[in-house]
């Protein structure tokens, strides 16, 4: 690999060498610059991650750094509120720091060290994470240090070590082209882990005899490469797990050599699934005897398997159990340290495994070190050259926001992640943010649901712009490079934590933050893994400049261990791995007769957490455009609800009103919505006057007891039809840079109505003026119309408020319609450029289309005042963008298949020739082999 960055002098194009801040495939990224412009970005191809290749998040990253983002969306200089509810004033740094150590200080003083908490974030890089850890347990001397990495991995983490002895996952990307069977389980791989399915995809097509089984309760995009799809209910993993192996052993499928020389607790496991009938498991699970004897088979007979897993089995109140559950499989039948094989967890976020590493989270020490353990504070003292680490264990993010909310934690420092988006139960935790006397957050967007609830905002850097290192799900470790300068103000993460440190430091004393580089951090934080499992004292910065290296990689070696356990030897006292004997438990809260709907969470293709960047980018709303309840169909018949009725979701927290979707992903009592959905672009207010808080307004904050991870994939649920005597739909194109203020704009109006969401699109053209546009969708209903004056503001803020727009309005019927055409000076088409529709909003889909795509408008211009339901003159729209690279939709598709003749192969490959779909970012690609699968069976 060639050394990197490729920096020029002066404002020439340059390229710069680092890594995707999305997911945790840690892809590597080269951006591409210009001065302080960040202006394109392109797969690595030279990272062993993905080799070039970008999913349709990390292709698109470059353009959540346009100077109009970037203006209209970023933090750029502190800010304080002067009393809560007040409004944001600008400070300088030192004041703005001054205050928070001053604040922190007298916290501390009158209430002790556990009176402050930490909330920090996967997304941060080990360098950052790295001296926040040793700020809170080391200088302040409390453990209240927690991180998001808690909702996503921390079941995975403890699965590990209770059964493998160490949070190492053995396997690596490589394994899937050495695996004979790939079993991937509660992971929307092709949703989540992009990259990584396209590895999948490849290994498939050249060794067609991989067998892939799923284990999903959705039936996602994922299905469409499995040879075996295992429907199992919500929940009951363990079950399942455990019914394979008394299968297993049943069948003469288990490795008696394996489990006699590598293990420990075999007879208490044994023991434990003898009642694990295949009847018992197909009742509980939901699936057929011959699905389950399968996938035991599949898993136990193949010479290799590698199991995928993902938040399915980690965000569970039985989180741990379904990771020891799993391992079991793998130790029982000896899959596991050999090539394609292994229990492999796919970290959701892009530095999840850097903030284990350093410890980052509420009950663990640095380099893999446990806090309940006194060696290892001693350990951990001596290095950081504290006289002690505090012992008790911290509060973890569920327990700090409730600590928050009780009034036991009084100042939150929150970095870099949105609790107000993206925790469960989300009345506790506004609850917590207002209790609070004192909540920082560092936060490079401005627009984050949770910066409402800052006292002090310090702004901080963000992709593209800082300089560290970060470790993947196959412990691959990358530098991560700045391109540009820090816009405004903002500063690194790493610095702000450290100048803040400084302040409370007392005089007089060494500092314990001697750090004037990124390097210079993680120097010390290697010299914390020597002799420990995940050991990269032979690693350096320079080693890493040349190429990303996995871990362990102890001095005196130049390569690190590609796949772990390989000699059967386990990092337990004793050598040995470790079954784990653990019952099947029921979700937190079963389905019940008021409650009688399962709601699950999870991930769009398109979209990235709470949205924050991916947010920024319309383009990455044309595959889903607005927020929504998926629902069986049949389901939907028994309510009586059809596509688009607005329904009332309602758990025993809180209640959204959302609109409902026909899914034939989901079983029935079965339903779901994306995480992303955040009071940001979703919202509205309860018949008590209270804010909706998006979907996490409903989910529960019950949580495995061992990882202490809240169980997102599970919540009883009732749906509700919420029909509105009001609605109103509003749309228009807008200039790129005032798109986003304005939608900050709408976004400040939605709580006043029962309903609300607000998004943004693209197409390809460009405005009048030959400047790119976003155009914003704006939709709300409630039961009465609200007064004239706020349609007006909206009409305003939409550019509907001037003398060339045509109007329609009847007070009597409360009806107001109002539409703004302009002329192409080219064709010379009259186009629609922003409409608003209240009242009857029956025109919407037509009208919609008229705007979206461009069409011209002239033969509708009377049409478009009466707004009927049905057009003069009918609308042909473009469709739903499938491909969102070439901007292909399924109405081009459609038309293309039904000019192709031979099998499916010939079909796909015929689409891709012809219209280019899924032959970039491959993103689409599972749902362009369902379409062309599901016209194959049609037309035989
Ligand atoms: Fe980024 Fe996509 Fe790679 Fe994940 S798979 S790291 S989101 S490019």
Not at 20 to 26: L, N, T
Not at 860 to 887: M, Q
Request: hydrophobic share 40%.
């Amino acid at each position: 690999m060639t050394v990197i960055p490729i920096h020029a002098a002066g404002a020439a194009p340059v390229e710069t060498r680092s890594t995707c801040p999305y997911c945790g495939v840690g892809c590597g990224v080269v951006i591409q610059s210009t001065g302080a412009q960040i202006t394109g970005v392109r797969g690595d191809p030279d990272h062993p991650a993905n080799y070039g290749r970008l999913c349709s998040k990390g292709s698109t990253l470059h353009l959540s750094a346009t100077a109009d983002v970037t203006q209209q969306t970023r933090l750029l200089f502190p800010q304080q509120r002067a009393e809560r509810g007040g409004h944001l004033q600008r400070v300088t740094w030192d004041a703005a720091l001054d205050h928070a150590s001053s604040t922190f200080a007298r916290i501390i003083q009158e209430h002790g060290p556990d009176a402050v908490g930490f909330y920090v974030s996967g997304q941060l890089l080990t360098e950052d994470y790295y001296v926040f850890n040793k700020l809170a347990k080391g200088l302040i001397g409390t453990n209240n240090i927690d991180t998001n990495s808690r909702l996503c991995m921390s079941s995975a983490v403890v699965g590990y070590k209770k059964t493998l002895g160490a949070d190492a996952p053995p396997a690596c990307y490589d394994d899937i082209n050495h695996a004979q069977t790939v079993f991937i389980v509660g992971s929307n791989t092709a949703y989540a882990h992009p990259i990584l399915f396209r590895r999948i995809e490849d290994a498939k097509k050249s060794n067609p005899a991989l067998k892939i089984v799923f284990c999903d309760p959705r039936k996602t995009d994922t299905a469409e490469i499995a040879d075996l799809y295992v429907p199992l209910q919500p929940g009951t993993d363990v079950m399942l797990f455990n019914g394979m192996l008394h299968l297993m052993l049943w069948e003469g499928w288990t490795d008696a050599a394996f489990i006699a020389a590598h293990t420990n607790g075999f007879d208490a496991l044994k023991a434990l699934v003898r009642d694990c009938t295949p009847d018992v498991v197909t009742q509980t699970c939901g699936i057929s005897k011959e699905a389950l004897f399968e996938a035991a088979r599949l898993f136990a007979t193949s010479k290799a398997t590698l199991s995928l897993y993902c938040q399915g089995l980690n965000q569970s109140s039985s989180g741990t159990a379904k990771n020891t559950a799993l391992i079991n499989l793998h130790l029982a039948t000896g899959q596991i340290g050999k090539p394609g094989a292994g229990p492999f967890s796919l970290t959701g976020q892009p530095n999840a495994m850097g903030g284990r590493e350093v410890g980052g989270l509420a009950n663990l020490l640095s380099a893999h070190r446990d806090l309940s353990n006194p060696a290892h504070r001693a350990e951990v003292a001596a290095l950081w050259g504290v006289d002690e680490v505090p012992s008790t264990s911290g509060k973890t993010a569920v327990e700090m926001f409730q600590a928050a909310a009780d009034g036991e934690i009084k100042a939150l420092w929150i970095a870099c992640t949105n609790p107000a988006q993206s925790m469960p139960n989300q009345a506790t935790v506004r609850r917590a943010l207002q209790r609070a006397e004192f909540v920082v957050l560092q936060e490079a967007f401005a627009t984050t649901a949770t910066c409402a609830y800052a006292d002090l905002l310090l702004p901080a850097t963000t992709w593209g712009e800082k300089e560290g290192t970060v470790t993947n799900s196959e412990r691959c470790i990358s530098r991560v490079r700045a391109a540009v300068s820090a816009p405004g103000q903002a500063r690194h993460d790493w610095q702000i934590a450290l100048d803040f440190a400084k302040r409370l430091e007392p005089t007089g004393r060494p500092t314990l933050f001697p750090y004037a580089t990124p390097e210079s951090i993680w120097l010390e934080h290697r010299e914390s893994t020597r002799g420990r499992d995940l050991d990269i004292t032979g690693m350096s910065y320079a080693m890493l400049e040349a190429a990303p290296q996995q871990w362990p990689l102890p001095g005196g070696q130049t390569l690190g261990k590609v796949r772990l356990y390989e000699d059967g030897v386990f990092p337990t006292p004793d050598g040995r791995a470790r079954f784990c004997a653990t019952a099947y438990k029921p979700v937190a809260e079963p389905r019940e007769s008021r409650f009688p709907f399962s709601l699950s969470t999870g991930r769009l293709r398109d979209q990235w957490h709470g949205m924050s960047r991916t947010g920024t980018i319309g383009r990455l709303f044309g595959h889903v455009a607005e927020p929504a309840l998926q629902m069986h169909p049949q389901d939907m018949s028994r309510r009586q609800v059809a596509d688009g009725d607005l329904v009332q979701v309602t758990s025993k927290r809180g209640s959204i009103v959302v609109p409902v979707q026909a899914s034939a992903e989901l079983g029935l009592n079965h339903v779901f919505m994306a995480m992303h959905w955040g009071e940001e672009f979703l919202s509205g207010q309860s018949a008590q006057g209270q804010r909706m808080a998006g979907v996490n307004a409903l989910t529960t904050s019950a949580y495995c007891p061992d990882s202490k991870q809240p169980e997102f994939k599970h919540a009883a649920v009732k749906v509700i039809k919420s029909p509105m005597d009001w609605s109103l739909l509003a749309v228009a194109w807008l200039p790129n840079a005032a798109a986003l203020t304005t939608r900050t704009q709408l976004q400040a109006l939605m709580a006043q109505f029962a309903f609300a969401s607000c998004t943004p699109f693209v197409n390809d053209a460009l405005d009048a003026g030959g400047m790119p546009r976003t155009g914003l969708l704006f939709r709300a209903a409630d039961h009465t119309a609200p007064n004239d004056a706020v349609l007006e503001h909206i009409e305003t803020l939409l550019h509907l408020g001037g003398p060339e727009v045509v109007r329609y309005a009847d007070k009597k019927k409360g009806q107001r319609r109002a539409a703004l055409l302009q002329r192409d000076a080219t064709t010379g088409d009259a186009r629609l450029q922003a409409f608003l529709l209240s009242g009857d909003t029956s025109a919407q889909s037509w009208v919609t289309t008229l705007l979206k795509d461009g069409l011209a408008a002239q033969a509708y211009s009377r049409a478009l005042l009466v707004a009927s339901a049905k057009p003069p003159v009918a609308v042909a729209s473009r469709g739903k963008v499938v491909c969102t690279c070439f901007n292909v939709t399924d109405v081009q598709i459609d038309t293309h298949l039904a000019t192709c003749g031979g099998d499916i192969n010939a079909r796909l490959a015929d689409l891709q020739d012809a219209l280019k779909c899924g032959t970039n970012c491959g993103s689409c690609l599972p749902e362009l082999r369902r379409t062309v699968q599901a016209t194959s069976m049609a037309i035989a």
